[in-house]
Every structure is written in C-alpha cells, then in structure tokens.
C-alpha cells in the first residue's frame, strides 16, 4: 500500500527573496505523489485580512531565515527541519529517528545556534540516573545544607541522545519536565526556562539492549519525525562539503549565525494561536483520529490528546506557509508525523508487512475532506 501526500500549501505571495517553507514534516521530497483535498477543498474561503497578516509578519521572516541557516551546515532533511520549527512554534517535544550518521544530532545544534537559544545534550545509557537528568540535592559541607543543582534539563533544548538506551525509570524523569514545563526534587517544583522542548533521538534498526519507550511516553511527543538518507545529490553535497573543510563541530566556521530569538518564537507562538481554523476542518481532523480507532489495522488508535497535537501543529504549518488559516492540506501534512508514533498495528498486519505510514496514508486517502 502506498503512502499518499497531500499538495504541499501554496507559497506565500511576496518578493523572491522571501523563502516559504519547502518540505511539510509528512511529505517526502520534491516529487512525492500527491493525495486528495487539494485547495478546492477548503472548508470557507480564505479571508484577505488573514493571509495579508500571516506574510506580513517580520516573526514568520525571522523564522524563515532560521532555515536558511540551518541549510549551511545541513543538507537534504528539509521536512525534519520545519518539523522542529513546527514543535518550537507548537512547544511541543520531537521524537528524531533516522539511522546513525543522517545530522540528527547536528541538526539540533544548528538550529540552536540559529535561534540563539541554549542547547545540553545527555547520552542516555543504562546506567543514567533520574537526578543525572533533571538534577539533585547536593551537601555543602562549608554551610552544612543541601543545595540543588540543575540538571541538563534546565535548557531550551534538550538533546536526549538514543533515549531508549535508558530504563524507564531514566526515562521517567523526564514526564514531568516534558508535561509541566517542571522539575520537582525533595518536594519543590522548579520552573523550566522558557522556551523548553525534549529533541529525543532514537535508531529504528538496532534493537539489542534497549528500553523501548512506553506508551504513556510516546504521547507527550509532539512529532515523530523520520529523517531517511540522504538522496544521491545530497550526499554528494554532503561529501563535497567535507572536502573543502566543513566541520560540523565549528558551526560558526561554517557561517551559522543567529537569525532570531526568543523573543521571536513568543511573537510567533501568538500569532500562531491566532490562525483561524473553520468547524468543518475541526470535524475533518476528528475524523481522522477517529478512523485510527476502527480500522482493523490497528490495536490502539489515537487518543484525544493526538487530535489536538494535529490541530496545533496544522496551524503552525499553515503559519509558516504565509496563511492565517487552516486548510485540509495542512491537516493532511501533519498527519504523519504528528500521529505515527500514538497508534499501535496489530499482530497480523505486521506479518502482512504493512506499516503504520502506510494505513496512516490509507484513512487519508478515505476518509472525506470537507468542501
């Protein structure tokens, strides 16, 4: 069964050297097939008030820069990038998986460095410890009391490398920071900064010695994103680019700078709040989750909490593509991502040999898009 996309959201008007988003994190490269509901099947005409907001806003710019940044140091993982924009712009958490050696680690430090917002990165391994993440008490004994000391957790963006090294009670520790914005130790809850995502990263092929990561942690992710190897011309200039001297160590050898800020993400976050979305593509998006809990495909469909991921993240995209107003295209290019990781195949369907992409792309495919 194939998997089926839908046509990427138009372009926003505007001069040429105004970027628009090139990949949704659900579509695959330039020539992926195209699915059903294309513009014609907006719910209500766009209003002009909210597409001449949307372009005009110099936060979505100073986002749009942010990618070109990125692209300096990574190539050919365009959809994983807009992805972690989406998750910034949504504040919610990405689960990165991709075989060792695709930029998934580089690809969160770039963006870091772009966005000018502090990064620690954790290698989760079996012998962790909880307090090794979010931080413990510690005895001076020149004062004789006991004082916290912030974990790696107290960031903007935490790397959790090959998070399903760790047991779960490792992992554990994170449900609060990744839920409440907060770590409680000794019965005092401290603030995370803000902003505050987990990037998780975990290899899809290597399975020996590892935690799989429970259901009830699966769902605090915003996004599940793939990120595939590179095609031929992007590995060649991935090559070409050692060749003459790229480190990936030295970003700023490499020319990465920081385009935006903080103070940019909260300036877009509420003008992503504000992006209009009609009750006809409400109702679509219920129907989409509810259709993961019928088909005979799947053991576990998606929750509500699901349905509110795909709902957020649609209208970040939607944002990001220059409109102020949310397009049955933009739920079907968020499904993927935003919903692979909260479903569970049965037994028999694994046999079959079908992926949770592929029955993901089949309900795309049936379920009616509103007109």
């Known amino acids: 069964m194939s998997q089926q996309y839908p046509h990427q959201p138009p372009a926003p008007a505007g001069p040429p050297s105004t970027p628009a988003p090139s990949h949704a994190p659900g579509q695959a490269h330039a020539n992926a097939p195209t699915g059903q509901g294309s513009a014609a099947g907006q719910a209500e005409p766009p209003r002009e008030e909210h597409r001449t907001a949307a372009e005009a806003d110099p936060s979505r710019q100073a986002l749009l820069n942010v990618r070109t940044e990125v692209a300096k140091a990574i190539v050919g993982q365009d959809a994983a990038v807009t992805g972690m924009l989406i998750a910034l712009l949504a504040q919610g958490h990405v689960l990165l998986e991709g075989v060792p050696g695709v930029a998934k680690t580089l690809l969160v430090r770039t963006l870091s460095a772009a966005l000018s917002l502090d990064t620690k990165r954790v290698q989760f391994t079996p012998d962790l410890m909880p307090g090794d993440v979010t931080g413990s008490l510690i005895y001076e004994a020149r004062n004789s009391e006991f004082t916290f000391r912030e974990g790696p957790v107290f960031t903007n963006i935490l790397l959790a490398d090959e998070i399903n090294r760790t047991p779960p009670k490792t992992q554990a520790s994170l449900l609060e920071a990744m839920e409440e914005r907060q770590v409680s130790v000794d019965g005092v809850s401290r603030k995370l900064p803000d902003p ?20 009830a942690q699966l769902d605090r992710f915003l996004l599940k994103l793939s990120l595939p190897l590179p095609e031929r011309h992007d590995e060649i200039e991935v090559i070409r680019r050692h060749s003459v001297g790229f480190d990936p160590r030295n970003l700023h050898g490499a020319g990465v700078r920081a385009v935006a800020g903080a103070a940019d993400l909260a300036t877009a976050r509420s003008a992503v709040q ?35 991921a795909l709902l957020n993240t649609s209208r970040a995209w939607a944002w990001l593509s220059g409109r102020g107003y949310v397009t049955p295209d933009d739920v079907k290019a968020l499904t993927l991502p935003a919903l692979r990781h909260r479903v569970s195949l049965r037994p028999e369907a694994q046999m079959d040999g079908v992926s949770v992409d592929d029955v993901l792309g089949s309900i795309l495919a049936t379920v009616p898009v509103p007109r």
Do not use: K
């Open 274 to 308: 504000r992006v209009a979305i009609a009750p006809e593509v409400i109702g679509y998006i219920v129907d989409v989750v509810r259709a993961t809990r019928v088909t005979p495909s799947f053991q576990l469909g998606v929750s509500p909490r699901g349905a509110t």
């Open 196 to 215: 505050f995502i987990v990037a998780a990263t975990q290899n899809p092929v290597e399975y020996e010695g590892t935690y799989p990561l429970p259901e």
